[in-house]
């Protein structure tokens, strides 16, 4: 199959195809905010893609607009899931929806607790709290899909069964509302692990089932908020397979000013990398008929992705390849801690320092180039490094897009669009005006 050639920085661009090049497709990008990492990176990648599929993680709308055009000539199909405005989605998203079996089960309420509590990595939080949560999740998930007779659950009745427990203090532990529904269920087999998992929380002394169920509380009405719930409830749901199997691109529209949405993309990426890993593993040859490529926005503002590390090790076995945009090595540290951090790290062979004022960060690419410290925190605005496994490092600026043909074709286009749309609406405006001094005249006479 046909590989795509990416452009890192001016004059420097490389193969995907692995086997010609002998190393993997990840790229770490390093650089402060407002450094032109969309401009220089994430753009050029959008504009070299011809035979790789995509997921896109955007906070700005203009990407979405811009290139959809672009991937349509190219025949890709073009997907839209928007958590920011979910009405505008061509997708849904629904984490349940690729749940099959009992560890699927675990794997997502993991994901969903991991949301919170990936964020104290460092910390020396007791555990406890989390496994407990965990296991309450995971009754009311495997509940849900078992007494589901008629169209499938989603995670919103999953959320609506949590949202409706009571309890109360008996002398075995508690008492809730929902014990002989748990009851009815345990002979079948997802009953019975919803079972297994609810008598953790049951036989729990009062004050341990309140704090476990407030755990539990806390990170969900965090993630899930009535959008979310809205949108997991839609039709149209995100295919995982065909996102390595068909000519793809997937814009995943987040907030830049919602922690809760960032949080709730990383547990999208935690299904994304699993199904994918597990249709790989499906076919003859264990990989993806198509690569598929995923570009990380801001990727160490959200929550952990579970099993993040162990993937990246081994994404390249099975066509998979990440770009994750990042402020600071420091921000690794804190989200996945330090020895995660360093596989992260380590299992990118193209790395991209476009400057910033982190001292972990600038203490890192002095020792790996060699030079004072000082000539690394105060390195040109628009100058860059670019690090790639067995090759010394080079020294440029970053990409110029702007001179880029066709940049300018579909930027001009785009502009266009969003003066017709402003016309339009100034239009619509007009006629809102002329309706209501007609109105007011009407009255007046």
Known sequence: MRSDNRIVGENVTFSTNCKETGLNNNVLVYGTSGCGKTMSVAEPLLL????????????????????????KKRCYKVLDLNFTNPDESTVSFDPLEYVRTLSDMSFLAK??????????????????????????????????????????????????????????????GISTNK???????????????AYNCWKTFKQAPFRTASCIFST?????????????????????????????????????????????LNSFINMFYAQLFKQLFEYAEKL???MLPIPVHVLCDDFAT??????FPEYISIFREKQISVTLLLQSESQLDAMYGYSNAITIINNCDTCLYMGGMDLKTGRS????LNLPLEDILYMPVGKMFVFRRGQKPIYTSRYDIEKNRL????????????????????????????KRAEKTMKKAS
């Open 365 to 368: 690419m002095s020792e790996r």
């Open 407 to 434: 940049y300018q074709s579909i930027t001009a286009q785009y502009n266009k669009t969003v003066e017709a749309e402003k016309e339009e609406e100034r239009k619509k405006e007009e006629e809102k005006e002329h």
């Open 111 to 172: 994901s969903i607790v991991g949301i919170t509590y990936g964020k104290n990595t460092n910390s020396t939080a007791d555990p406890y709290w989390e496994q407990c949560a965990v296991s309450l999740l995971t009754a009311e998930i495997a509940l849900c899909l078992a007494k589901s007779d008629g169209p499938r659950a989603t995670l919103a009745d999953v959320l609506e069964l949590h949202d409706s427990i009571t309890f109360s203090e008996s002398c075995d």
């Open 179 to 193: 014990d002989d529904l748990f009851e009815k269920y345990k002979n079948t087999k997802r009953g019975a692990h």
């Open 216 to 260: 539990l509380n806390t990170i969900l009405d965090t993630v899930f908020t009535q959008d979310i719930r809205k949108m997991m409830k839609l039709d149209k749901k995100l295919d995982f397979t065909k996102l390595g199997s068909e000519k793809t691109v997937l814009f995943v529209t987040t907030s830049a000013v919602n922690p809760a």
């Open 284 to 286: 003859p040859d264990g």
């Open 48 to 71: 070299q893609t011809f035979n790789t599929n995509l997921v896109v993680t955007v906070t700005k709308r203009r990407l979405v607009k811009k290139y959809t055009p672009l991937f």
């Open 302 to 307: 959200g929550g952990q992705i579970l099993n």
